[in-house]
């Protein structure tokens, strides 16, 4: 049994994707719109314009897949809750990803340093509200 994590941007998926695939490597392992889907979604299902957005898609992120989606509504996403705990090799990864993360709107809610359990953590939520944990080990 494993838990992977679903996130839904509600319209910029597609943008979180890219993002993502700068800011901390993640690879798109398969993508599916929602006008690909072999059946038509029931009327009202998805909201008008939303023919050419991302139905589902898994990133692989390490050895982690997240599993991520426009979902099936135009509001603004919300992202609480949780956190994404990343974790990395070395400071200076820790240092790269944390401000990569951050770029665009980020915001710090614990700045990266040394801690008692770790030589590099730090704490964010990035542009899209999604909680970020930047972690070595």
């Not at 695939?21 to 299902?45: F, L, S």
């Not at 898609?57 to 996403?77: C, E, F, K």
């Not at 990343?86 to 990864?93: G, N």
Request: aromatic share 10%; with cysteine.
């Amino acid at each position: 049994m494993k838990v992977e994590p679903y996130l839904f941007f509600n319209g910029r998926c597609e943008e979180a994707m890219a993002f993502y695939k700068q800011a901390i490597g993640a690879e798109v392992t398969i993508q599916m719109r929602m006008n690909e889907a072999p059946d038509p979604p029931p009327p009202g299902a998805i909201p008008e314009g939303f023919e050419n957005k991302i139905m589902h898609a898994n990133l692989r992120i390490g050895d982690t897949m997240l599993m991520v989606s426009d979902g099936n509504s135009n509001m603004q996403p919300t992202f609480n809750g949780f956190t994404l705990s990343l974790s990395v090799a070395d400071a200076a990864e820790a240092e790269r990803t944390f401000n990569a993360l951050q770029q665009g709107g980020g915001k710090v809610t614990m700045p990266l340093g040394k801690t008692f359990w770790s030589p590099a953590f730090g704490m964010l939520e990035d542009r899209f509200g999604v909680g970020w944990m930047v972690i070595v080990p």
